[in-house]
Nanobody, 121 residues
Framework: QFVESGGGMAQAGGSLRLSCAASGFSINMWVVNWVRQAPGKGPEWVSGVNINDYSAYADAVQGRFFIYRNNARNTVELEMTSLKTEDTALYYC?????????????????GGQGTPVTVSQ
């Protein structure tokens, strides 16, 4: 449904921008969330944007990460700044009926979903 890209390696304090792309339909019709899963840990909701462009963030990334829609590219992007080593994880995007649902029960990634982010000191 969605395809993630933009992950990679960065140094602490650096920035990366992730992209969640939709193909064949308008992503603007969907509530889109970014979720991450660090090695050996469960999924953690990171951020979400609803169809009215209301956005929300986990406390761990508030003020450092920014989610926004790019209508021209039919994507939802996650700008990650002031990266920390604890941001290292597989990042993936998921839809939900409401941001609160994904926040309460972030799903596991499936079938090769996601883009890896590694932050080094």
């Amino acid at each position: 449904q969605f395809v993630e890209s933009g992950g990679g390696m960065a140094q602490a304090g650096g920035s990366l921008r992730l992209s969640c792309a939709a193909s064949g339909f308008s992503i603007n019709m969907w509530v889109v969330n970014w979720v991450r899963q660090a090695p050996g840990k469960g999924p953690e909701w990171v951020s979400g944007v609803n169809i009215n462009d209301y956005s929300a963030y986990a406390d761990a990334v508030q003020g450092r990460f920014f989610i926004y829609r790019n209508n021209a590219r039919n994507t939802v992007e996650l700008e990650m700044t002031s990266l920390k080593t604890e941001d290292t994880a597989l990042y993936y995007c998921v839809s939900s009926a409401a941001i609160a649902w994904a926040k309460a029960r972030p799903p596991e990634p499936v079938g090769g979903q996601g883009t890896p982010v590694t932050v080094s000191q």
